[in-house]
């Protein structure tokens, strides 16, 4: 069992919230609200948490490192990042050796995320906005609705 506090730090839906921006926070919650229940259920789970916990003290790691992989486990999950890139994830996060994160990595998939595998999709980003019109420039003393716009057609 597992304090409230740590609930509070470890837990991937609340990972790094005290140095999160708001905007990605806000970002992070609406990718959340978006997620299948599986997903989300596993995000906000104590017993998740409790893995996490267990993975940081098999591994001797301190309580950045371990908020770190509470981090990756979300972005994860939430299909952020795809599996395959994990490796680099964790490293960038902890910092730690390659052959110490493959280790971790490997445990983070098979106790933690092995359930939800098939409901991660990594969320296609939109397609860059085009404007409808292109701005005209035309002279100030003709009306614009006397002006035909003939390209992109």
Same mark, same amino acid.
């Given at each position: 069992?597992?304090?409230?506090?740590?609930?509070l730090? *470890?837990?991937?839906? *609340?990972?790094q919230?005290?140095?999160? !921006?708001?905007?990605?926070? *806000? !970002?992070?919650?609406?990718l959340?609200?978006s997620?299948?229940?599986?997903?989300?259920? #596993?995000l906000?789970?104590?017993?998740?948490?409790?893995?996490i916990?267990k993975?940081?003290?098999? *591994?001797?790691l301190?309580?950045f490192?371990?908020?770190?992989?509470?981090?990756v486990?979300?972005? #994860?999950? $939430?299909?952020?990042?795809?599996? $395959?890139?994990?490796?680099?994830?964790?490293?960038?996060?902890?910092?730690?050796?390659?052959?110490?994160?493959?280790?971790i990595?490997d445990?983070?998939?098979?106790?933690?995320l092995?359930?939800?595998?098939?409901?991660?999709q990594t969320?296609l980003?939109p397609?860059?906005?085009?404007p409808?019109?292109?701005?005209?420039?035309?002279?100030?003393?003709?009306?614009?609705?006397?002006?035909?716009?003939?390209?992109?057609?």
């Amino acid at each position: 069992m597992i304090s409230d506090e740590q609930y509070l730090q *470890f837990n991937p839906c *609340f990972a790094q919230e005290d140095i999160e !921006k708001e905007e990605n926070r *806000f !970002k992070f919650l609406q990718l959340l609200n978006s997620l299948p229940q599986t997903v989300k259920d #596993l995000l906000t789970s104590e017993s998740t948490t409790e893995k996490i916990i267990k993975i940081g003290d098999r *591994f001797g790691l301190g309580e950045f490192d371990t908020e770190a992989l509470s981090l990756v486990v979300r972005k #994860l999950a $939430t299909g952020e990042v795809p599996v $395959t890139q994990g490796v680099s994830l964790m490293v960038n996060e902890t910092g730690l050796p390659l052959e110490k994160t493959e280790s971790i990595l490997d445990l983070i998939i098979n106790d933690i995320l092995a359930p939800i595998i098939p409901n991660i999709q990594t969320p296609l980003k939109p397609p860059p906005k085009i404007p409808d019109k292109p701005d005209l420039k035309i002279d100030p003393e003709v009306n614009r609705n006397n002006v035909v716009d003939l390209r992109n057609r």
